[in-house]
């Protein structure tokens, strides 16, 4: 059977090195480890530098053997990371690469990068997208089906349709939260979490976690916010949710030491005003703190 037809929902090709940019296959990996070196060329386009690979992670004290062996797995495939690059200009942003773009980041698991690049030729294909390290071209990627059945074929990420069906439960709780029911976010986003999908679980656990501190639970926000910083050791955002949840508990030294860590995965942080926010907080309770001890 042919690429082709194993794929069977968008147009599919191998790019050579030479049509990437790269020179050599010693550029597209070094070791089983580490990925992409260097910057992607392609009809003047310069790719962003591929990220780091993620860390391995440290198992926390949880009882469920089937959360270990979930966690296990996640963490083996880490030294096997991919790398989606999605085209967003301007021809394949008006095939809809931008929504192609976030189905791909809400269905990935941790060990799949999913970035925007610009333009990868073959233009009226869109959207287009490529897949690294293997090279792989895929045209017309353009819905949520399609996405889901690529991260299954291309990465690994087992039964694609149980994906599906989460990500259109954390979408439901999406609204629910932007409109203020946090309650029926939280039900919604645990409905997806039980389903235990392949991609994407570890923004479920940081998205419960909001729900609950945002209705006052911030024990359950924090046991959220672990739960994804074990799924994924290298993003940033559980940290932040634990910083948010100890500052309610009342646990500053221990906010203080989460917000640290989010910033040391994610330097700009820095700049953002939402952060900066958090740690003006953070000092003023510290100062109260200091103040009456």
């Known amino acids: 059977m042919s690429e082709m037809d194993n794929v069977g929902i968008c147009q599919v090709s191998r790019m050579s090195f030479a049509e ?3 020179t050599s296959a010693s550029e597209k990996y070094l070791g089983r480890d580490q990925v992409l070196l260097g910057m992607c060329r392609r009809n003047g386009t310069r790719f962003p530098q591929s990220p780091k690979r993620h860390g391995q992670g440290l198992l926390s004290s949880i009882c469920s053997s089937c959360w270990q062996a979930k966690v296990a797995k996640n963490n083996e495939a880490e030294g096997s990371k991919y790398e989606l690059r999605v085209c967003t200009h301007r021809t394949c942003r008006k095939s809809g690469a ?3 773009l976030e189905l791909l980041k809400g269905l990935a698991s941790p060990n799949v990068s999913v970035e925007s690049c610009g333009c990868l030729g073959r233009c009226g294909m869109g959207p287009n997208l490529v897949v690294l390290p293997t090279g792989i071209f895929v045209g ?4 949520a089906a399609h996405a889901a059945r690529l991260l299954a074929l291309q990465c690994g990420l087992s039964d694609p349709e149980n994906n599906l069906k989460a990500l259109s439960l954390k979408q439901q709780g999406i609204k629910s939260f932007e409109s203020g029911d946090f309650t029926e976010a939280e039900t919604m986003f645990s409905e997806a979490i039980d389903l235990q999908p392949s991609g994407g ?3 479920l656990y940081a998205n419960r976690s909001a729900a609950r501190l945002s209705k ?3 024990h359950g926000a924090l046991e959220d916010a672990n ?3 074990v799924l994924a050791p290298r993003w940033h955002v559980p940290h932040l949710r634990q910083g ?5 508990i009342g646990d500053c030294q221990s906010a203080q030491s989460a917000y640290t860590k989010a910033l040391s ?3 700009s942080l820095r700049r953002s005003k939402s952060y900066q926010s958090k740690i003006r907080e953070l000092e003023r309770a510290l100062t109260l703190v200091n103040t009456f001890a």
């Open 227 to 229: 739960c994804a910083s």
């Open 265 to 267: 995965l994610d330097p």
């Open 244 to 248: 948010e949840a100890y500052m309610v």
């Open 201 to 203: 679980l570890h923004l």
């Open 216 to 218: 006052g639970d911030a």
């Open 140 to 143: 017309h990627c353009n819905t």
């Open 98 to 100: 931008l929504q192609t």
């Open 20 to 22: 990437l940019g790269l």
